[in-house]
């Protein structure tokens, strides 16, 4: 049986070592982003119904109300840890992508995200 322990440095892209945190946060957002609200038993509310929004009308006031939406949801459940610059949602064909621009508070450090949800693995 063998288990994948983490060495806490790691290396980002650049070559330099990577905070363990970032990457905690990153799931955090991405777990907020892609949990239907309604989907956890016991916390109900949390997600930000941004899955809907493929199947939501193509408008420009539905971008805006989701991504508002969406942000308010990242607001909420993560404001002990980030502080939410900016939301882009976009879909074409079957593939929903989300950047999310946020600043991690323990060290000030602007983050952007890209998140991809369907479409072929």
């Given at each position: 049986m063998s288990t994948n322990v983490n060495f806490p440095f790691q290396f980002d892209?650049?070559?330099r070592t990577?905070?363990?945190?970032q990457n905690y946060v990153r799931q955090m957002v991405e777990q907020v982003l892609f949990t239907s609200p309604g989907?956890?038993?016991n916390l109900p509310d949390f997600g930000s119904g941004l899955l809907?929004?493929?199947?939501?009308p193509n408008s420009l006031e539905m971008a805006a109300?989701?991504?508002f939406s969406v942000q308010a949801a990242l607001q909420k459940w993560l404001s002990n840890y980030i502080k939410v610059q900016s939301?882009?949602?976009?879909?074409?064909?079957?593939?929903?992508?989300?950047?999310?621009?946020?600043?991690?508070l323990?060290?000030?450090v602007s983050q952007v995200q890209t998140f991809?949800?369907?479409?072929n693995p």
């Amino acid at each position: 049986m063998s288990t994948n322990v983490n060495f806490p440095f790691q290396f980002d892209g650049r070559g330099r070592t990577q905070d363990p945190m970032q990457n905690y946060v990153r799931q955090m957002v991405e777990q907020v982003l892609f949990t239907s609200p309604g989907e956890r038993v016991n916390l109900p509310d949390f997600g930000s119904g941004l899955l809907q929004l493929p199947f939501a009308p193509n408008s420009l006031e539905m971008a805006a109300a989701t991504q508002f939406s969406v942000q308010a949801a990242l607001q909420k459940w993560l404001s002990n840890y980030i502080k939410v610059q900016s939301v882009v949602a976009t879909v074409e064909e079957a593939v929903l992508t989300v950047t999310v621009s946020y600043v991690l508070l323990d060290t000030g450090v602007s983050q952007v995200q890209t998140f991809v949800y369907g479409g072929n693995p």
